[in-house]
């Protein structure tokens, strides 16, 4: 079951779902937007862009050692600041993190949530791609979210830090749980080390 926005904030009093920093205003305001939709909330891109490197190495899911460590070992690290936003090349892909952190803690359950990030459909009908095939925010996790971000427009898109990016679908989970982390848990880093 998909938590409506009124439930999302019920959550959010209870514990079961921590967002920090909160998205605020709960409810509309004049003058100022409001970060939850009917079942979403809104999440917003945080200060780090990870570019990964040209390069003769390859992706091989068979080796050993995490992809996270490969990942930033073939990669460059870009602060963004409020007046330097990153320039998003045509084709250009990227990595970077939701401004917030994400908790779904399971002590507070059954039952209990887990979530999905998905895009925002204003940015995708420009072309920009900011979650690729793996939506799924697990009971238990405790991070930011990394965001797989490509621009496949036919212009260049400006990324600003603190921009909404991206958005936040929070369901029930039935029945009880066998914990089993993935190997981002506890991620600091957009390539998902800690």
Same mark, same amino acid.
């Given at each position: 079951?998909?938590? =409506?926005?009124?439930?999302?904030?019920?959550?959010?009093d209870e514990g079961r +779902?921590?967002?920090?920093?909160?998205?605020?205003?709960?409810? /509309?305001?004049?003058?100022?937007?409001?970060? $939850?939709?009917?079942?979403?909330?809104?999440?917003?891109?945080?200060?780090?862009?990870?570019?990964?490197?040209?390069?003769? $190495?390859?992706?091989?899911?068979?080796?050993?050692?995490?992809? !996270?460590?490969?990942?930033? @070992?073939?990669?460059?690290?870009? &602060?963004?600041?409020?007046?330097?936003? $990153?320039?998003? @090349?045509?084709?250009?892909?990227?990595?970077?993190? &939701?401004?917030? &952190?994400?908790?779904?803690? #399971?002590? @507070?359950?059954?039952? $209990?949530? !887990?979530?999905?990030?998905?895009?925002? =459909?204003?940015?995708?009908?420009?072309?920009? +791609?900011?979650?690729?095939?793996?939506? #799924?925010?697990?009971?238990?996790? =405790?991070?930011?979210?990394? +965001?797989?971000?490509?621009?496949?427009?036919?212009?260049?898109?400006? +990324?600003? #830090?603190?921009?909404?990016?991206?958005?936040?679908?929070?369901?029930?989970? @039935?029945?009880?749980?066998?914990?089993? /982390?993935?190997?981002?848990?506890?991620?600091? #880093?957009?390539?998902?080390?800690?």
């Open positions: 079951m998909i938590l =409506s926005n009124l439930e999302i904030h019920k959550a959010l +779902l921590v967002i920090k920093p909160e998205p605020l205003p709960r409810k /509309p305001t004049i003058g100022q937007d409001c970060p $939850y939709d009917t079942h979403t909330v809104d999440l917003r891109l945080g200060n780090i862009i990870t570019v990964p490197k040209s390069g003769s $190495y390859a992706y091989d899911y068979m080796s050993k050692g995490k992809v !996270a460590d490969l990942i930033s @070992k073939n990669s460059e690290k870009i &602060t963004l600041t409020q007046s330097q936003p $990153y320039h998003l @090349k045509m084709g250009e892909f990227v990595l970077s993190q &939701t401004l917030e &952190t994400i908790e779904l803690p #399971t002590d @507070k359950g059954p039952p $209990y949530l !887990a979530a999905r990030i998905e895009g925002k =459909s204003s940015w995708a009908r420009c072309g920009l +791609l900011v979650h690729l095939t793996a939506p #799924t925010v697990h009971p238990q996790w =405790s991070g930011p979210l990394t +965001l797989e971000i490509i621009n496949l427009g036919k212009t260049p898109f400006l +990324l600003h #830090t603190g921009m909404p990016i991206a958005q936040l679908i929070v369901e029930e989970v @039935k029945g009880d749980i066998e914990p089993n /982390p993935s190997q981002f848990h506890g991620q600091s #880093t957009p390539e998902g080390t800690t």
